[in-house]
């Protein structure tokens, strides 16, 4: 597609259950990044993947955060047993390799609302 | 963690006022970017400043980096209130792969 796409745009959840989040990246970037950003602060690194496989996970916060790219293209961010702390806006970006030092291309986010 | 911090946290100028943010950060970077933010909206990247480089210009943006000091500034001229947003900036190790940004400035500028 033109730009990256993240669906949903807004998710309302009651706390303890399972959401999955969605992201399709610009059409042949290799490179695809998960960050969240909570109200007021900067968007914090999660998980980048290079291909299919997650080249660096060290941000998830713990093991109820999970993402996955099985094709190397449409990536999916899943967060298990959620915790209204989980509320945040959840952004997904992508450029055209990992190696290439350039920029990031954003999608709009799907803001996670956990009540 | 966030590796920049942006001073200041908020600036509200006037329509026709030149903008300056700076950034700080703490380890070496193999280049710094400067992000914009419409509130509810996505980053859109306004310009990259290579680590050799000391300033960049892009239309009335200017960006400098000071090594040395660990620091950048964003320089908007003849500010607009469509320049009201939120900016980031981002350093890029190299070897992690990723982008590191800081908390933020807010823009407002008032017509």
């Known amino acids: 597609g033109a730009g990256v796409s993240q669906t949903p745009s807004n998710k309302v959840t009651e706390k303890g259950k399972y959401v999955e989040l969605r992201c399709d990246p610009i059409s042949g970037h290799t490179a695809l990044y998960w960050y969240r950003q909570s109200l007021g602060q900067g968007p914090e690194f999660l998980i980048y993947f290079q291909g299919t496989g997650a080249a660096d996970d060290s941000g998830l916060p713990n093991d109820r955060f999970f993402a996955v790219r099985p094709e190397g293209s449409v990536s999916t961010l899943k967060i298990q047993r959620t915790e209204r702390g989980d509320s945040a806006v959840y952004l997904c970006a992508s450029r055209a390799a990992a190696a290439n030092t350039g920029e990031l291309f954003f999608g709009e986010g799907s803001r996670l609302t956990v009540l | 963690s966030q590796q920049g911090e942006e001073d200041p946290q908020a600036l509200s100028i006037q329509e026709g006022e030149n903008a300056t943010m700076n950034c700080s950060y703490k380890t070496s970077i193999n280049n710094l970017q400067w992000y914009r933010q419409n509130s509810g909206r996505g980053l859109v990247h306004l310009i990259l400043?290579?680590?050799?480089?000391r300033e960049k210009h892009s239309g009335r943006l200017r960006v400098t980096l000071d090594t040395s000091k660990k620091s950048s500034s964003l320089l908007i001229t003849a500010s607009r209130a469509a320049d009201t947003a939120s900016y980031f900036c981002?350093?890029?190790?190299?070897?992690?792969?990723?982008?590191?940004f800081g908390s933020g400035t807010q823009l407002t500028v008032l017509p």
């Open positions: 400043i290579r680590s050799n480089e």
């Open positions: 981002a350093t890029d190790s190299g070897s992690a792969r990723q982008l590191t």
